[in-house]
């Protein structure tokens, strides 16, 4: 069969056009696809496409003394998760390296942040410590979230749980209750900080975007804490010990327990929080000794308390009272009522494994979710 010829100048040229053409129908074809994948996002429906649209992710701030004990717990936690919907970043201090000697979970490899700096606890260490977490996490546009989480915190529920829990909503979730009684709060703050506007909570708060972006920018709040607020002589948690006789020179303020809570409060953003921790710490009562909250301490669980009743004991509270409140939260998600707690420390190493031997966390995918993302 013989062929009309084509002068290969015209042949070139079609060929062009064609390419030109297949490039705008493909290009048109995918926007529509993205579009259409938006809007069923919006309505609830599951993605078209998981692996080619950026979905919103979690970043998960580690506060690590070291190495991270409980690494293996997270990597259960994380296995099997598509990567577009969290990041991890780990604060260690300086000089610690985490690499394939420190830790056996891949997804904490490259994951620590450069210029950390040595925390003194219950000094304004922690907050910019905290900062620099958030200042790492921004650079990804795609984080949505930001999940502080100490050394010693167990996951206890599987990552599409947790995940659906905290995105359900626009706040932050932020422990925070207004408490003057335990001499926290130093006049010298005033007028730049009024004591109405003095919060306490936990520190394991889980921010918008929006709060992570107001606490990176503060100029205003964070210097006060870092004057006006004095390094206790302990080298660990203060809290995990009794309160030494010979502080009372000092004016400690436990930076990390008001900061975050403070500013929002200060910034008149309170409306934008679900007030509340998703983290449970189990606060003993026993040692303390008369002085109001000062000699409490968090509860650490070993071996031997590491149960599946325990576990099933923090998942099961569905409200918290706020006593210098006079507030009761009861616990909800996406409009229901709901467990409070997603996180739980303070857990030891062998306490957090038994837990993960005896399934006791719930943190693992069911087999059949395996296919969707492999
Ligand atoms: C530290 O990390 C940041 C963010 O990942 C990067 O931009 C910077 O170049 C790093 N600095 C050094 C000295 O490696
Ligand atoms: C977990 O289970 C494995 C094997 O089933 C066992 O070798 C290991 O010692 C267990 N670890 C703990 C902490 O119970
Ligand atoms: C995750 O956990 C929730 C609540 O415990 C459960 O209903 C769900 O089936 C689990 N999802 C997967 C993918 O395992």
Redesign the pocket.
Known sequence: MKRKPISPKLLLRHKWKTKIFAVILVGFCFSTLLLMDAQYSRIGASSLFPQFVQKPKIAFLFLARNRLPLDLVWDEFFQGENENRFSIYVHSRPGFLLNRLTTRSRYFLDRQVNNSIQIYWGEASMIQAEIILLQHALMDPFNERFAFLSDSCIPLYNFSYTYDYIMSTSTSFVDSFADTKEGRYNPKMDPVIPVNNWRKGSQWVILTRKHAEIIVKDEVVFPMFQQHCQRKSLPEFWRDRPVPADNSKEHNCIPDEHYVATLLAQKGLEGELTRRSLTHTSWDISSSKGRERQGWHPVTYK?ADATPMLIQSIKDIDNIYYETEYRREWCTSKGKPSPCFLFARKFTR?AA??L??MSALGVSKEASSYSFTS
């Open positions: 071996l062998p494994m038994r993960l031997n």
